[in-house]
């Protein structure tokens, strides 16, 4: 069994423009106080993270109302666009897309196919400027996304994902330790 940690570190993490960048700062030490203590300050969007609903969809749930059984299973990683249609339609229901992005039209084949789609962009609809609707097709129907994975050296094919978000309540959305396991 070989575990393939797909995380970006925080801090150190690429940051979508305009929003805070993750900082770790040390509040105590083990030399002045007998423990080492920190607070970490970040956007829940910083890093690997999940969106929740409440992020596009008006009254949607948060962070906290995902379904874990969707961020654990099997999952494909495919460099294709196209290629993550043909597995949603072949089945599979957990896909993690490396170095593309969908359009709208595609996130709308997509929907009601597949629980949960990844990227290793920082946000989905981003090259075809199409960010907001394809967050409100694919959050509407309840899709867990996946952004800010690191899948530089994984293989297109098929293994097992484990990405947990925090149990934030209320928010739209939750940094992740996402593993795959081939």
Known sequence: MKIIDISAPVPGCRVYPGDP???????????????????????????????APAHFVPEGSGADDIALEKCMGRCAVTDSAEKALELAAAGETRILLKGCD??????????????????????????????????????????????????????????????????????DGSPVRAVLVE
Do not use: W
């Open 21 to 51: 960048s993750p900082s770790l700062t040390k509040v105590r030490t083990v030399a002045a106080d007998g423990c080492d203590l920190s607070v970490l300050s970040m956007c829940v969007h910083n890093g690997t993270h999940v969106d």
């Open 102 to 171: 969908i359009t709208a039209e595609q996130a709308s084949t997509l929907a009601g196919h597949i629980v949960l789609l990844g990227t290793d962009g920082l946000s989905f609809g981003e090259c075809a400027g199409e960010q907001e609707a394809v967050h409100k097709v694919l959050l509407g129907f309840g899709v867990v996304l996946l952004e800010g994975l690191v899948l530089d050296d994984v293989r297109s094919g098929v293994y097992a994902l484990t990405a947990l978000p925090l149990k934030l309540r209320g928010s």
